[in-house]
């Protein structure tokens, strides 16, 4: 089995992080070669952290982040010549840490299904949408897999469906429009010719997001370097059984500033309170 992954990087000081590099590390355990693409300008000692890991390398700003530098990297993959051996594409990028366990069996799993692409978590839902009647946002059930993470075999990969996909991407200047253009839309247009699975879903929350801790004692390999960065801690919310990645996040946190002690216990109550109904459906 070949495996071939593209991984979308960015940093905001234009460093290649040790979680990073751990990342890459675990993935290729599991991967014949790995395209690095980031939308940060890095130098030369930044992109040696890289010798011996990534195969190939593009590394400047180029604005059109993650889906961006899937495009980029694919396009590597294109021009030399490496798809053609290639059984398995992996589309992943840097918004998490991990995998905090081996992600062997996801891959095991996606090889031996009848499924032509797969997702680590399928997003029950889309964007808010206006409500005028109750003059609110509310949820749009728009389920899509979320793209951090998305497993393609050969059949799609290499079908026009797909390449005129990815070519299409350009910069946005809106969040929500890279969202619905190329998160959501992923999904719905290949499904058109491919059917896709999961490994993980909640049918009434984004539980990445929103039950993390719930998540992680179901076994899922992630957690959102976002959702770590906004409590600026571990102890007591998030149980991670990986010492190595452990210390890589709290020198990742590092960088960031320290939030206060006050207003994060009543920040860590909240989210605790939320996500206790929260529903979790395991396909792993």
Known sequence: ??????????????????????????????FNKIIFVSDSDLSKKELSKLDGIADYIQAYHHNEYDWGSYKFGFKIALDNNLLENTDE??????????????????????SKSESD??????????????????GKYKEAQQPHLQSWFLLLKKNVFTSDLFKNFIFSVKHFDNKNDIINNYEIAFTEIMKKEFKYSYFYTSPNSNSVVNAAQKMLKE????????????????????????????????????????????????????????????????NI
């Open 1 to 30: 089995m070949n495996r071939l992954v593209i991984f979308a990087h960015y940093d905001k000081d234009n460093i290649i992080d040790d979680y990073v590099i751990y990342y890459l590390n675990q993935l290729k355990l599991s």
């Open 89 to 110: 594409l992996l589309l992943c990028n840097d918004s998490v840490y991990g995998p905090i366990n081996s992600l062997e069996p996801y891959f095991d799993k996606m």
């Open 117 to 134: 692409f797969f997702g680590m978590f399928m997003n029950e839902f889309g964007l808010g949408v206006w409500d005028e009647k109750s």
């Open 219 to 282: 076994g899922f390999p992630f957690i959102k370097t976002s959702l770590i960065k906004r409590f600026g801690l571990m102890g007591g919310v998030f149980k991670i059984n990986n010492s190595i990645l452990n210390i890589h996040i709290k020198n990742n946190l590092k960088r960031y500033n320290s939030v206060n002690i006050i207003r994060l216990f009543f920040r860590i109550i909240k989210y605790l309170r939320r996500s206790s109904n929260v529903i979790i459906i395991k």
